[in-house]
């Protein structure tokens, strides 16, 4: 722990399950001349169960006190959140956040601005919760060549794959997982890959040196998987994920996406269950940086924030500014379409005579060559789709371009043999992940 040197205030704003942590922290700990003064809620009347009686309605009573250094941000959301931090920054304060929409979406505005203020931003909390990655990336990692980046970044999804891997189907899955706390408010931004997209795209720009937006991730969700595809991945040696991933592919691009995809068994990342997040980095000269824990709730995330506030006292003490450098490098990103992927597909196929024909030759017309190919009979697997009696098939692929892949699925769905349509619903497609 650093030297006890100048008494440095924090302001805290948001007082809900990482600011209640972080409250604790501040309680349990010596914290070494570094003080909790101020706290603004909605609500300064509200009975709340934490060690601290200093509350105000009013955000400006920390943004404009002159005794506070640092004002720490944790209400999360766009706005107010970007305009606190914005007004904090211009009255010379330093900063703290765990806001992943703010930083994701504003993160090049506000270090500048915190760059002309002389002011530093701590921002670790802001993705995978108690992992550190943020300041070993800016600090480290980002020193070397990164090629690439691979996550689990959102628990509830992690935690709802797990579940399903014990044949708990989907929704009763996502319901444990809201039980537990696990979700956002909105779980929809959990379970579309929106919260893990937010998260790849902070730490795929500090990699990168170009700040990559939320809305320049790929992202596809979860929702259409089912438990047989866990089983059906396990029998093919992997297991399912919601991977984010960055990579760089030729010079000047990179490709930012995330989904979820089939990962080896012997992938480190296949064995992080539960609500776990973990990050796994490759690069020169370091090879390889693996991670993993808690990626959300109060005790993790809060000692992200806090470890920020003791790091940016420090540096106060000393009067050193760490400038976050972005948008230093000029690079594309990739057009999915042309990337190009191993996968697996579910069909399922009416169970007549000439289904599976019909099937393989349009996979053949469109150049797929199909790695394994899987159908069972029985219970777990037969479904009645519009009527008609069907069995899920699946098939792995070699890699293809995967516009060629989207392209497939229109003619798959239109085959038409003298018995009707070969395939019933909707095909269900996932990539599998390969080594980087
Ligand atoms: N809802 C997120 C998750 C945690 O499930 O990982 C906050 O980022």
């Given at each position: 722990?650093?030297?006890?040197?100048?008494?440095i205030?924090?302001?805290?704003?948001?007082?809900?399950?990482v600011?209640?942590g972080l409250?604790?922290l501040?309680?349990e700990?010596?914290n070494?001349g570094?003080n909790?003064?101020k706290i603004?809620v909605?609500?300064?009347?509200?009975p709340?169960?934490v060690?601290?009686n200093n509350?105000t309605?009013?955000?400006?009573?920390?943004?404009?006190d002159?005794?506070?250094d640092?004002v720490?941000?944790?209400?999360?959301?766009?706005?107010?959140a970007?305009?606190?931090?914005?007004?904090?920054i211009?009255?010379?304060?330093?900063?703290?956040?765990?806001?992943k929409a703010?930083?994701s979406?504003?993160?090049?505005?506000?270090f500048?601005?915190a760059r002309?203020?002389?002011?530093?931003?701590g921002?670790?909390?802001a993705?995978?919760g108690?992992?550190?990655?943020?300041?070993?990336?800016?600090?480290q990692?980002?020193?070397?060549?990164?090629t690439s980046?691979?996550g689990?970044?959102?628990?509830?999804?992690n935690?709802?794959l797990?579940?399903m891997?014990?044949?708990i189907d989907?929704?009763?899955?996502?319901?444990?997982a809201?039980?537990?706390g696990f979700?956002e408010s909105?779980p929809?931004?959990?379970?579309l890959?929106?919260?893990?997209?937010q998260?790849i795209a902070?730490?795929a720009s500090l990699?990168?040196?170009?700040?990559?937006?939320?809305s320049?991730?790929?992202?596809?969700?979860?929702?259409?998987?089912m438990p047989?595809?866990?089983?059906?991945?396990k029998e093919l040696g992997?297991a399912?994920?919601l991977?984010?991933?960055?990579r760089?592919?030729?010079?000047?691009e990179?490709d930012?996406?995330?989904h979820p995809?089939?990962?080896?068994?012997?992938?480190?990342?296949?064995r992080?269950?539960?609500?776990f997040?973990?990050i796994?980095?490759?690069?020169?000269?370091f090879d390889?940086?693996?991670?993993?824990?808690k990626g959300?709730?109060?005790?993790?995330t809060?000692f992200s924030?806090y470890y920020?506030i003791?790091?940016?006292?420090?540096m106060?003490?000393?009067?050193?500014v760490?400038e976050?450098r972005?948008n230093y490098?000029?690079?594309k990103i990739a057009d999915?379409d042309k990337?190009?992927t191993?996968?697996?597909?579910?069909l399922y196929?009416?169970h007549?005579p000439?289904?599976?024909?019909s099937?393989?030759?349009?996979?053949?017309n469109?150049?797929?060559?199909?790695k394994?190919?899987?159908q069972r009979s029985?219970?777990r697997y037969?479904?009645t789709?519009d009527?008609?009696?069907?069995?899920?098939?699946?098939?792995?692929h070699e890699?293809?371009p995967?516009g060629?892949i989207?392209?497939?699925?229109?003619?798959l769905i239109n085959i038409r043999?003298?018995?009707g349509?070969?395939v019933?619903?909707?095909?269900?497609?996932?990539?599998?992940?390969n080594?980087?």
């Amino acid at each position: 722990m650093m030297d006890k040197g100048k008494a440095i205030n924090v302001g805290l704003i948001g007082c809900g399950v990482v600011g209640s942590g972080l409250v604790e922290l501040f309680s349990e700990n010596n914290n070494n001349g570094v003080n909790l003064k101020k706290i603004a809620v909605k609500d300064s009347k509200k009975p709340r169960k934490v060690p601290f009686n200093n509350f105000t309605d009013n955000a400006d009573e920390i943004l404009e006190d002159p005794g506070i250094d640092i004002v720490v941000e944790l209400i999360g959301g766009h706005n107010p959140a970007k305009e606190y931090l914005v007004k904090a920054i211009k009255n010379g304060k330093h900063v703290v956040t765990a806001n992943k929409a703010v930083i994701s979406e504003h993160g090049p505005e506000l270090f500048e601005l915190a760059r002309k203020h002389n002011v530093n931003i701590g921002f670790e909390g802001a993705v995978a919760g108690g992992i550190p990655i943020i300041n070993p990336l800016l600090e480290q990692l980002s020193l070397g060549d990164i090629t690439s980046i691979t996550g689990i970044l959102n628990g509830t999804t992690n935690f709802i794959l797990t579940r399903m891997g014990e044949r708990i189907d989907y929704e009763s899955a996502l319901k444990i997982a809201q039980e537990k706390g696990f979700a956002e408010s909105d779980p929809g931004f959990d379970v579309l890959g929106l919260d893990a997209a937010q998260k790849i795209a902070i730490l795929a720009s500090l990699a990168y040196g170009r700040w990559i937006k939320p809305s320049e991730v790929y992202c596809e969700g979860i929702a259409e998987i089912m438990p047989i595809d866990v089983d059906y991945a396990k029998e093919l040696g992997y297991a399912i994920k919601l991977l984010a991933t960055a990579r760089k592919i030729n010079e000047g691009e990179v490709d930012v996406r995330v989904h979820p995809a089939l990962i080896s068994n012997s992938h480190k990342l296949s064995r992080v269950n539960e609500e776990f997040n973990a990050i796994y980095i490759q690069g020169s000269p370091f090879d390889e940086y693996f991670n993993v824990g808690k990626g959300a709730g109060k005790g993790p995330t809060a000692f992200s924030v806090y470890y920020d506030i003791v790091k940016i006292a420090e540096m106060a003490r000393s009067e050193t500014v760490r400038e976050i450098r972005v948008n230093y490098k000029d690079l594309k990103i990739a057009d999915q379409d042309k990337v190009s992927t191993e996968g697996y597909l579910r069909l399922y196929l009416r169970h007549v005579p000439g289904s599976l024909h019909s099937v393989v030759g349009v996979l053949a017309n469109h150049g797929w060559n199909v790695k394994d190919s899987i159908q069972r009979s029985g219970p777990r697997y037969e479904m009645t789709v519009d009527g008609i009696k069907c069995l899920p098939n699946i098939i792995t692929h070699e890699p293809l371009p995967f516009g060629v892949i989207k392209n497939t699925i229109p003619d798959l769905i239109n085959i038409r043999t003298e018995k009707g349509k070969s395939v019933h619903g909707i095909p269900f497609y996932m990539r599998i992940h390969n080594s980087h």
